[in-house]
């Protein structure tokens, strides 16, 4: 079983900022418990560890939320992003945190298939990634969906076709610096217009 209990405010993974959220003595939760819409709309804005501006909703990874009113049960599918990023558990963590602050139980299932693609990014996502001078995606390599090609060492940035557009200034004239940035789900570039270094959300 691909089941994820979290339990609320514990065993937190380092890294990351953990958003200040103070814990109010709770009436009885049938009492304090939210309607189905309102800890939907909770668990959507639960935020990505490592980019706090961008909701999980706007990063597309949500793939389902039933709620169970009689049981104050509520079971949450996520489907992870990159491989490899940690996020996943402290996103499961901060969506039973987010549906016991509405007064639910959260069930987190994590869903691998079908795999999440950046294509999932709202327009309010990838405006978010923006704003943090992150290089939204760009269209995931078109053509056969076979093996990645890997470069390794400094390489120029010729495994794809599409300029990265330098978040600060909206120059092409970029280049990658490393495959993996600040994040393995990222790549650092770095803009020789402006010479800033710049981080790029991966498209997969
Ligand atoms: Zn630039």
């Given at each position: 079983?691909?089941?994820?209990?979290?339990?609320?405010?514990?065993?937190?993974?380092?890294?990351?900022?953990?958003?200040?959220?103070?814990?109010?003595?709770?009436?009885?939760?049938?009492?304090?418990?939210?309607?189905?819409?309102?800890?939907?709309?909770?668990?959507?804005?639960?935020?990505?560890?490592?980019?706090?501006?961008?909701?999980?909703?706007?990063?597309?990874?949500?793939?389902?939320?039933?709620?169970?009113?009689s049981?104050?049960?509520?079971?949450?599918?996520?489907?992870?992003?990159?491989?490899?990023?940690?996020?996943?558990?402290?996103?499961?963590?901060?969506?039973?945190?987010?549906?016991?602050?509405?007064?639910?139980?959260?069930?987190?299932?994590?869903?691998?298939?079908?795999?999440?693609?950046?294509?999932?990014?709202?327009?309010?996502?990838?405006?978010?990634?923006?704003?943090?001078?992150?290089?939204?995606?760009?269209?995931?390599?078109?053509?056969?969906?076979?093996?990645?090609?890997?470069t390794?060492?400094?390489?120029?940035?010729?495994?794809?076709?599409?300029?990265?557009v330098?978040?600060?200034?909206?120059?092409?004239?970029?280049?990658?610096?490393?495959?993996?940035?600040?994040?393995?789900?990222?790549?650092?570039?770095r803009?020789?217009?402006?010479?800033?270094?710049?981080?790029?959300?991966?498209?997969?």
């Amino acid at each position: 079983m691909v089941m994820t209990r979290a339990t609320p405010r514990d065993g937190r993974l380092s890294g990351g900022k953990t958003p200040a959220s103070p814990t109010p003595a709770r009436p009885s939760r049938e009492e304090s418990r939210s309607s189905a819409a309102e800890v939907e709309q909770r668990v959507g804005a639960v935020t990505d560890p490592e980019i706090p501006t961008l909701s999980i909703g706007d990063l597309g990874i949500v793939r389902g939320v039933e709620a169970d009113e009689s049981a104050g049960a509520v079971r949450v599918r996520i489907t992870p992003t990159y491989s490899g990023c940690p996020a996943m558990e402290v996103i499961a963590r901060d969506i039973v945190d987010a549906a016991a602050d509405a007064g639910w139980d959260a069930t987190v299932e994590i869903v691998h298939s079908p795999p999440w693609t950046t294509d999932w990014l709202t327009e309010r996502g990838r405006a978010a990634l923006a704003e943090l001078d992150i290089a939204p995606p760009g269209p995931r390599s078109t053509g056969a969906s076979g093996p990645v090609p890997v470069t390794i060492g400094r390489a120029p940035h010729t495994e794809s076709s599409v300029a990265v557009v330098c978040p600060r200034c909206g120059s092409t004239d970029t280049e990658l610096i490393a495959r993996f940035g600040t994040t393995a789900c990222k790549a650092l570039h770095r803009c020789r217009a402006c010479g800033d270094p710049f981080d790029e959300f991966k498209a997969v």
